[in-house]
């Protein structure tokens, strides 16, 4: 299957491998690299799974997801990274809450890379000594975010909006858990989730679709069994948590984050809803919103806020977020000022502005390898198929989709706010650095 | 590519990628700084970016950015040696993809010459309320610079580091100089720079624009008499490495090793720091992170223009010992040439791997012609290759066994925060 961008000629062939892998290949000739991202649907939110549709319901601890995409680099020999740094080729990996990713980019021997890509992450190497070895390094990165502050100040959030949903947990787990890790845990993930059949590798570059397969076919099995786990959500009410949540950290202001909680959806509406989202907090609270200067001219708010939609299986968020000495005030202004939009409706005019900036957005943003990559990973994991629907729905979304979408997604009864506070005596002097 | 002059020390670089959707204009201005114009070298790139006489208020421009297609204009300011630059930059959707059939690039043209050229005034002062909104902005974001821990024990190092020099001063500035700025004041220093500061600006376009007439006539209306700008100013030698440390409620330290050096040539600095720590597989990565299994990230950077290397990780307390000697190995390694050949090859690959995936977009390749000029480096990135390709394992030998210690800084986790 080919599917292509009327407004820029893009295509993306979709091929179904015989191994169980799906392979979307972007074909940009005029780019100098070529990226390849593989992936699984298998994040930091599945913690909880059944082997199979009747089989009873496994546990797994918090950040495994995460320390398995750290272990599948080590290879008998020598590590993943070292054989892509000896073809020139960037590699790296993240897991997010609803996937895993490894990828790499270079501008020479890409099929050679490729072939390294496919097979690392299909031949899993753990030994009690290597990924002890590990646990110190993660360690050390957990320490790193929680040291960050956007990075507590969503935690935080998520922990006061969710009752039981796994993203309550950080991406990375915490201390307790990531001790709790084993060889044993982390093969019983990879052999669950990294089937094939779950997985997709997605190419975009001055590389061909032909090329892609070669390679696959070369390097997969000629058959992978049909994926059986099921990922178990416990059910979770759709009432937050807690309504506030707050601690201290060493930062120089106050600040906030929050986040409307609304009922999860999948594959095309969770994009449709979430574009749709964007525009409406854009029109609220964006930096052309007379909420926003009101804010600012009152000194309550500072600078802007950062605005965004965060959703996955089960789950579902706007967010906001910024600094300020009275977050609860801000937070009451935002109520507020929904409340009054819900009854007086959306400026049209801004609107089909904030529409059109989308739109610029959506066709600037795939404008090299790695962001068509990107697209295709994200089309993948999020159930809608092509990596141009963005686009393609944002031309169909009316003032009145978007005042729907404000009465079902932007709840004032339904929000958390998280806040962190400067830590008192922050600025004694401590030291000579 | 088309290197030209506007004259008036204002060069021009413009280049056609039809590949890109979009278009990209980079302006810098560079200037020299001193405790009191730095801060207003940092609220100018708020301010100038906020509104204009055409866009008054603060929210006009950012309207009129979204109405064409999620225009951008912003920037940010540069550290370059004892020296700044400011960094404008501009982007926007190419004409062909506008639905109603606007003239894009000419709107934003004319948007951005006029708030550089035209900026909202009265009383020869930048105007209410956007000149108290973004002073109050840049007073937190001096307040916050401790937020991120490794960029804040970076800045506080070369505080230490360079005292004396400009470049000690914090990027933003200090707030009692930030608190201290006026309307009048930081006009005119802009004043000041449109009619002294070198200026470069590099275009990228999908294809032919007007962009050259645009912006050689609005420039043509400034009375301007450059005056240079040095941007090399290594720091003195130190005959006595630093050390100092500051207590902070974190959970996890960070470790600052900063060396200093004269006369290494640019490529072979470049491919030492490749080895040590700039690639993927460094000596850093792989033997303390990796094989010690110390710290996340262990990174190292370096300033030509200052003449330094810097080597940071994140670590435990109980590890920071074992990290300074672990990262004072990798140096003595790099010293008696014991590493593989193999990391040359791969220094080089990562830099043309780099430099392709910059090119991936306008942006990119605009900071990286930007930067060639900055450093009077004028080579494409083939030629750099080959040079760098060229430099031998003895050459990093010694320019290794020329670095000398200047300080080792540390940022410790209160004992009482640890987990």
């Known amino acids: 299957m080919t599917l292509t961008d009327t407004r820029t000629g893009d295509t993306c062939r979709i091929i179904r491998h015989r191994s169980g892998l799906e392979i979307r290949v972007t074909e940009l000739p005029d780019f100098r690299t070529a990226s390849a991202q593989l992936v699984t649907k298998f994040g930091a939110q599945h913690i909880r799974f059944r082997l199979s549709p009747d089989a009873d319901v496994t546990e797994m601890p918090p950040g495994i997801a995460h320390y398995l995409e750290h272990k599948l680099f080590e290879n008998p020999e020598c590590s993943a990274s070292e054989l892509f740094a000896s073809l020139g080729a960037h590699d790296n990996a993240y897991t997010d809450y609803d996937r895993t990713v490894y990828f790499f980019q270079t501008a020479r021997e890409f099929p050679e890379a490729l072939r390294v890509l496919l097979d690392f992450v299909t031949h899993p190497f753990f030994t009690a000594e290597n990924v002890e070895r590990e646990r110190g390094i993660i360690m050390q990165e957990l320490q790193e975010a929680l040291d960050d502050p956007a990075d507590v100040l969503e935690m935080q959030l998520f922990s006061g909006m969710f009752h039981t949903h796994p993203v309550r947990e950080h991406v990375l787990g915490t201390v307790q858990s990531i001790r709790q890790i084993t060889p044993a845990l982390l093969l019983t993930c990879w052999q669950t989730f990294y089937n094939l059949s779950n997985m997709a590798l997605c190419c975009a570059g001055n590389i061909t679709a032909e090329q892609v397969v070669q390679i696959a076919d070369a390097v997969l099995p000629e058959t992978a069994p049909p994926m059986r786990a099921v990922p178990v959500l416990l059910p979770e009410p759709g009432q937050v948590r807690k309504r506030r949540m707050q601690c201290s950290m060493d930062v120089g202001r106050t600040q906030f984050m929050i986040g409307f909680k609304s009922a999860p959806a999948a594959g095309m509406e969770r994009l449709r809803d979430s574009l749709l989202c964007l525009l409406v907090i854009e029109l609220i609270a964006g930096d052309s919103a007379p909420l926003y200067l009101e804010l600012l001219d009152s000194g309550l708010l500072h600078d802007t806020f950062a605005t965004d939609c965060l959703a996955g299986d089960g789950w579902f968020a706007v967010t906001a977020e910024g600094e300020s000495e009275d977050p609860d005030a801000v937070c009451a202004a935002l109520c507020k000022e929904i409340r009054r939009v819900k009854t007086e409706g959306l400026d049209a005019q801004r609107f089909a502005d904030c529409k059109k900036a989308a739109y610029g957005d959506a066709l600037i943003g795939l404008n090299s390898p790695e962001a068509a990559a990107d697209a295709m990973t994200d089309a993948f994991v999020s159930g809608h198929a092509s990596p141009f629907a963005r686009a393609e729905l944002l031309a169909e979304l009316t003032l009145s989709d978007a005042q729907d979408c404000l009465m079902r997604r932007f709840d004032p009864e339904c929000l958390t706010l998280s806040v962190i506070t400067p830590e008192p005596n922050l600025n004694k002097n401590k030291g000579d650095l | ?419």
């Open chain 2, 1 to 419: 590519m088309t290197e030209q002059t506007l004259g008036n020390g204002i060069r021009y670089t413009e280049i056609r990628d039809p590949k890109f959707r979009s278009c990209l204009l980079l302006i810098r201005f560079y200037t020299p700084r001193d405790a009191q114009t730095a801060p207003v070298h940092a609220l100018l790139t708020d301010l100038l970016t906020a509104s204009s006489a055409d866009y008054p208020g603060l929210s006009a421009l950012s309207r009129k950015l979204d109405a064409l297609y999620a225009a951008d204009f912003s920037a940010r300011l540069m550290l370059c040696g004892d020296a700044a630059a400011l960094s404008f930059s501009a982007s926007w959707l190419d004409d062909r993809f506008a639905l109603d059939g606007e003239d894009i690039t000419g709107e934003m043209l004319r948007l951005v010459t006029g708030c550089l050229l035209r900026p909202h005034l009265a009383h020869g002062g930048f105007c209410e309320p956007e000149f108290s909104v973004c002073r109050q902005n840049l007073l937190d974001d001096i307040d916050c610079e401790r937020n991120d821990k490794r960029l804040y024990a970076l800045q506080r190092t070369a505080s230490l580091c360079f005292a004396g020099e400009p470049a000690a001063i914090p990027p933003l500035g200090e707030r009692s100089f930030a608190e201290a700025v006026t309307p009048k004041q930081a006009y005119a220093v802009w004043e000041h720079l449109l009619r002294t500061a070198p200026i470069d600006i590099v275009c990228i376009l999908p294809s032919e624009k007007p962009v050259r007439t645009a912006l050689e006539a609005a420039f043509a209306q400034i009375p301007r008499s450059p005056e240079p700008v040095p941007l090399s100013a290594p720091t003195p030698l130190r005959e006595m490495p630093l050390r100092c440390t500051e207590h902070m409620s974190i959970n996890q330290s960070k470790l600052v090793l900063v060396y200093q050096f004269r006369e290494i040539e640019a490529d072979v600095l470049r491919m030492l720091y490749g080895i040590l720590g700039g690639i993927n597989n460094s000596l850093l990565f792989l033997n303390v992170r990796e094989a010690k299994s110390l710290c996340y990230y262990c990174l190292s950077s370096y300033s030509i223009l200052k003449g330094v290397l810097t080597i940071d990780c994140g670590v435990q307390n109980a590890d920071l010992q074992a990290a300074e000697d672990a990262v004072q190995e990798q140096i003595g390694l790099l010293r008696r040439g014991d590493f593989p050949d193999s990391m040359l090859r791969e220094a080089v690959l990562d830099y043309i791997g780099r430099t392709a995936a910059q090119e991936n977009t306008n942006s990119g390749t605009a900071e990286r012609i930007a930067d060639g000029l900055m450093l009077g480096d004028s080579r494409s990135p083939d030629e750099i290759a080959a040079a760098l390709a060229a430099v031998t394992k003895e050459q990093i030998m010694h320019a290794a066994r020329m670095l000398t210690p200047a300080a080792v800084c540390i940022l410790r986790a209160e004992e009482a925060e640890e987990p």
